[in-house]
């Protein structure tokens, strides 16, 4: 029987879903396994993302660093590019936060808003929605799109891992929390989850490049917490958290790291993961093996 | 003894409006500073970086590693009982510092921020080989950390040719203002 939450949610046979999409420079230039396997995934789910046209970087940690107007005027930019009527998606955490404070901000202050309108030459969107990529559960109902989701991932032994620019900072402290989703969907889909404790922790972002050895010491204690506490892997939200959980662990014995995205994709049967793989450093294979995931 | 500099309130005031933040409502009950990931790479903890300000002891808290270290994971302002947003005034001091031209504390980071914000400049977007190429290049230093930048490359985690953008007028024009 459907819980009465999911009364609202798309089922196989309703209409697709549509979204823009903002990659941002993470997914697009980086991790292209975790926007492979996102694209595969929505495909699976009827969701339909179109790439938002010419976008630029938001910014990220270096624009509100040094330059005030250039974090302002970045992110400004992508939400003026938003066609009217479609809800903005956004995969990575970062790039979240600095588009949905930047419109949150705009909403609230004249002065800002004749700015973006001068500007930009448009009006100002104020039914404008820009969503997380988990806001998507709350809108389909995943166990639609398979038979006996609780046997996809067999018991998988994984540890969630938000990082830390998705547990509500100062600007979005008034939006929806996401804490929880990682766990709730993929117990649905049979994977075991552990609790750390260490799901929030920074991953220690741009100082994996000018302190490495700062971002190696927060690295090492998240991996070596989520391995104590029993876990076989680590499932991230955030593609710059995967490349740092990857190259700055210098433990004896790391943990592969999935994308959430590739978990998803494989509970659903798609069947890339040879083409997301070999651009881990910590090879998933033997796991996936071991727990009758990948067959070859 | 703490001496009170004539103009302490100077420093203070400004840092409150440009981050919009009432640190002043800080209890110094030091949730901040316990919950740090970073903290071990700071000189202040970020309480302490408040008290500086509260006391006028600018020059001390623009010189600080501790706003160059704060990397604004949020960890503290998650915490804090008086709901201070503590990385934003991070964001405001190191601004000051660079309008005041004093030691950067952590020129390395400073260098970093500067690369992404030149591959964004030139492109639109951040171009990741480039920012580590011209990071090292500025630091007179190619060898460090090569282990990790040949790793990246052999998994192919980074891009050889940059991701760009179409309205380089548009660019141009966040970068002029």
Redesign the interface.
């Known amino acids: 029987m459907k819980k009465s939450s999911d009364i609202n949610k798309i089922s196989r046979s309703s209409d697709r879903l549509r979204f823009s999409f903002f990659p941002g420079?993470s997914l697009?230039?980086?991790?292209?396994e975790n926007t492979a396997s996102l694209l595969k995934f929505c495909d699976k789910v009827n969701i339909e993302l179109t790439e938002l046209e010419?976008?630029?970087?938001c910014?990220?940690?270096?624009?509100?660093?040094?330059?005030?107007?250039?974090a302002k005027?970045?992110p400004m930019?992508n939400i003026s590019l938003v066609p009217k009527g479609v809800p903005l998606l956004i995969a990575c955490p970062s790039c979240l936060l600095r588009m949905k404070s930047m419109y949150l901000k705009i909403k609230k202050d004249k002065n800002l808003r004749d700015e973006y309108e001068e500007?930009w030459g448009k009006s100002f969107d104020d039914e404008l929605e820009i969503i997380h990529f988990f806001e998507i559960f709350n809108r389909i109902c995943l166990e639609d799109f398979m038979d006996n989701p609780t046997e996809k991932l067999k018991r998988l032994k994984v540890a969630p891992y938000y990082g830390?620019?998705l547990?509500?900072?100062?600007?979005l402290r008034f939006e929806k929390s996401y804490s929880g989703i990682i766990e709730q969907t993929l117990s649905s889909l049979g994977a075991d989850i552990v609790h750390y404790g260490y799901g929030?922790?920074?991953c220690?972002?741009?100082?994996s490049?000018?302190?490495?050895k700062?971002a190696e010491?927060?690295v090492n204690?998240i991996v070596f917490k989520a391995r104590e506490a029993g876990a076989e892997c680590i499932v991230t939200a955030c593609s710059m958290c995967h490349?740092n959980l990857e190259?700055?662990c210098t433990l004896e014995n790391p943990i592969p790291i999935f994308h959430f995205s590739e978990l998803l994709s494989m509970a659903l049967s798609v069947e890339d993961q040879k083409k997301w793989f070999?651009?881990?450093?910590v090879d998933p294979l033997p796991l996936l093996k071991k727990r009758g995931l990948i067959t070859s | 003894m703490i001496t009170l500099v004539d103009n302490h309130q100077s420093l203070s005031d400004e840092i409150r409006l440009s981050s919009g933040i009432n640190f002043n409502a800080c209890l110094h009950c030091k949730t901040c500073a316990n919950g740090c990931?970073?903290l071990?790479?700071m000189d202040y903890a970020p309480n302490g970086i408040i008290r500086l300000i509260q006391l006028g002891m600018e020059e001390q808290a623009l010189k600080s590693s501790t706003i160059w270290?704060c990397?604004?994971?949020?960890?503290c302002?998650?915490g804090c009982p008086m709901?201070i947003?503590i990385?934003?005034v991070m964001?405001a001091l190191?601004?000051k510092a660079?309008e005041m031209g004093v030691e950067i504390a952590?020129p390395?980071?400073?260098?970093?921020?500067?690369q992404?914000?030149n591959t964004?400049k030139k492109y639109?977007?951040?171009?990741?080989l480039e920012?580590?190429m011209r990071?090292k290049l500025k630091k007179l230093d190619l060898f460090s950390?090569m282990g990790?930048g040949l790793?990246?490359l052999k998994?192919?985690?980074?891009?050889l040719t940059?991701?760009k953008?179409?309205?380089k007028k548009?660019?141009e024009?966040?970068?002029r203002?």
């Open positions: 420079c697009k230039a980086s991790g292209h010419d976008w630029n970087c910014g990220s940690s270096s624009a509100h660093s040094v330059d005030r107007n250039v005027y970045l930019r500007m830390c620019m547990s509500m900072p100062p600007d929030n922790r920074c220690g972002t741009y100082l490049v000018a302190k490495p700062i010491n927060v204690e490349l190259i700055r070999p651009r881990h450093i | 990931p970073f071990a790479g270290v990397v604004g994971c949020n960890t302002s998650s709901a947003d990385p934003a964001d190191r601004h660079i952590e390395d980071i400073l260098n970093f921020h500067t992404v914000l964004v639109g977007r951040t171009h990741k920012i580590m990071y950390d990790v790793k990246m998994k192919r985690k980074l891009d940059p991701s953008i179409q309205d548009a660019i024009k966040i970068f203002h």
